[in-house]
T-cell receptor
């Protein structure tokens, strides 16, 4: 079946640096992917909608200059956390579906720790 | 804004018992609902979904019930096993179009199955 993969699964970076997380749709093309953030023992919160070939749509309160999203191909969306701070430490998860109306699959998630 | 919520944050059951996890939603425009299972440190795993034109759907050991009158969703797990221990989230998708795949998650219920 359709699978969504994320890389890296875990990353540690220093404060002030930038880190990139990849989300790939395997076996299918996704014109739209979604990025979520999850703090420990909390639910998933939608950060942004990643649109292939156009700008991402950010949810209210999410800084677009801090969380850069690029969806350059139909199988890859990237989330770059710029000038990372310890409060950016979180579990970042992406999702995609084959076409509208099909099952929505999630990636395995990426743990970001900023030290 | 409108949101999805859960009545019970934790649920403990004995192995072999049936489990029922509940979810309330408030967005009457939502037309698609999904239950996800999330194990520690992993991304959400699709369990079962239901569309608003249905009130019941069954899968392997799981049943989802939708009551649109009271905006209530439930997940029933038959013969619960220790491997079912996880956090369960309900999620809703507002009425189609460009918002398909943009999910709002409930707070989550921690299910613990005792052998």
């Amino acid at each position: 079946g359709a699978v969504v993969s994320q890389h890296p699964s875990r990353v540690i970076c220093k404060s002030g640096t930038s880190v990139k997380i990849e989300c790939r749709s395997l076996d299918f093309q996704a014109t739209t992917m979604f990025w979520y953030r999850q703090f420990p023992k909390k639910s998933l919160m939608l950060m942004a909608t990643s649109n292939e070939g156009s700008k991402a749509t950010y949810e209210q309160g999410v800084e677009k200059d801090k969380f850069l999203i690029n969806h350059a191909s139909l199988t890859l969306s990237t989330l770059t956390v710029t000038s990372a701070h310890p409060e950016d430490s979180s579990f970042y998860i992406c999702s995609a579906s084959l076409v509208a109306g099909n099952t929505i699959y999630f990636g395995e998630g990426s743990w970001l720790t900023v030290v | 804004g409108e949101s999805v919520g859960l009545h019970l944050p934790t649920l403990s059951v004995q192995e072999g018992d049936n489990s029922i996890i509940n979810c309330a939603y408030s967005n009457s425009a939502s037309d698609y609902f999904i239950w996800y299972k999330q194990e520690s440190g992993k991304g959400p795993q699709f369990i079962i979904d239901i569309r608003s034109n249905m009130d019941k759907r069954q899968g392997q050991r799981v049943t989802v019930l939708l009551n649109k009158t009271v905006k209530h969703l439930s997940l029933q797990i038959a013969a619960t096993q220790p491997g079912d221990s996880a956090v369960y989230f309900c999620a809703e998708n507002s009425a189609g179009g460009t918002s398909y795949g943009k999910l709002t998650f409930g707070q989550g219920t921690i299910l613990t199955v005792h052998p």
